[in-house]
């Protein structure tokens, strides 16, 4: 409702169109690219019990898929970096990990050293997405697919050596906030 005298010209109303929505994703990669894109179904939360089926039903099988078109270029370790999130610190989690023979990279708690997918990954991909309309998820998730196919190798293998100089600053600075 609006208030308005009786002479005013009526407001105009825009059509707007539907937009395809929100869509949360989990980017599995290495220094060689993506391993795995995972998109939660619409009203899922992500929880611990979530995780470990993506971790055991398609990240683990995405991991041994890649190690074959390697051809043993790839270790058999699978050394995880993800942040302190709740689902990814229960214990479930935590022993799903252990019985995939996985090991897990530290996150301190608190860090002001965000996770190389925070800063590295979704920014860019943000940007190559930012000002686009998408009418459905499926032209969503083919977009963001595209686009992380696109990126060189290098794109990934110098956000894993930047980690690297990023821990030994936020090490140097006793935990101090760290600019990107």
């Known amino acids: 409702m609006q208030w308005k005298y ?3 010209p009526s407001s105009k109303k825009f059509k707007s169109q539907p937009s395809a929505g929100k869509l949360l994703l989990t980017v599995f990669w ?3 690219g993506p391993i795995l894109e995972h998109y939660m ?3 899922v939360t992500v929880t611990s019990v979530n ?3 993506m971790l055991r039903n398609e990240m683990r099988p995405a991991i041994c898929s890649k190690q074959r078109e390697q051809r043993g270029r790839l270790t058999q370790s699978v050394l995880l970096l993800h942040d302190n999130a709740r689902p990814h610190m229960e214990h479930l989690t935590i022993n799903t990990i252990r019985q995939l023979n996985w090991e897990v990279l530290e996150h ?3 860090s002001p050293d965000p996770a190389s997918s925070d800063f590295h990954l979704f920014g860019p991909l943000k940007n190559a997405l930012r000002g686009r309309r998408f ?3 499926d032209e969503v998730k083919e977009a963001v697919h595209e686009w992380l196919r696109s ?3 290098t794109f990934f293998s110098n956000s894993i050596k930047k980690l690297t100089d990023r821990w030994a600053k936020c090490i140097e600075k006793k935990g101090d906030y760290i600019e990107k």
Do not use: E, I, R, V
Request: overall charge neutral; aromatic content about 10%; hydrophobic content about 20%.
């Open 30 to 32: 290495d220094s060689q």
């Open 151 to 153: 990126q060189p190798q």
């Open 41 to 43: 179904k619409k009203g």
């Open 51 to 53: 995780y470990c089926n």
């Open 6 to 8: 009786t002479l005013s």
């Open 135 to 137: 009418a459905a998820d």
């Open 108 to 110: 301190p708690a608190y």
